[in-house]
């Protein structure tokens, strides 16, 4: 039987994430970026994840794509402050297929991991769905893909 491996994810909020005196027991901290007030994205943010030692990965959350109150537009607060402080190949950015990713495009190329996601709330996606989503990928298209 072939071995898996499973990476835990732990997704935070603004007061969440602020709150924690030591790492918590994941592999990866999801940084809401939505959740977060603009005040708090930059070098706060910044500080934090280096007293932790934290691996993130950093999303944001569309309008529409979320029950939760956004605490932040993209517009209102400067991710390049984040990214000039930190080391991106510790790091992931959560870039969605079914939406425009405006907000991270820039950073692509940066050295971050990629998270490649697709949020569906009326049901759950189809395997073909998926490969769907995944061939139509501009992330992928110089990369031979083959399920």
């Not at 491996?5 to 602020?18: A, G, H, R, S, Y």
């Not at 901290?29 to 993130?56: H, M, W, Y």
């Not at 991710?79 to 790091?91: A, G």
Request: hydrophobic letters at 35%; aromatic letters at 12%; one cysteine or more.
């Amino acid at each position: 039987m072939k071995i898996r491996e499973f990476k835990i994810v732990l997704t935070m909020n603004e007061d969440e994430f602020f709150s924690l005196e030591k790492h918590p027991a994941c592999d990866w901290i999801e940084i809401r970026l939505d959740l977060f007030s603009p005040k708090n994205i930059g070098r706060t943010l910044v500080d934090k994840i280096e007293q932790l030692d934290a691996k993130c990965i950093f999303t944001y959350r569309q309008p529409g794509d979320t029950d939760q109150v956004t605490s932040s537009k993209k517009e209102n607060f400067d991710f390049y402050e984040v990214v000039s402080k930190i080391d991106p190949r510790n790091h992931y950015l959560d870039l969605e297929l079914n939406r425009s990713n405006d907000f991270f495009k820039i950073h692509t190329n940066d050295d971050f991991g990629l998270v490649r996601s697709v949020h569906k709330f009326d049901g759950i996606l189809s395997e073909q769905e998926i490969k769907d989503w995944v061939h139509k990928d501009p992330y992928l298209e110089r990369k031979k893909y083959e399920s």
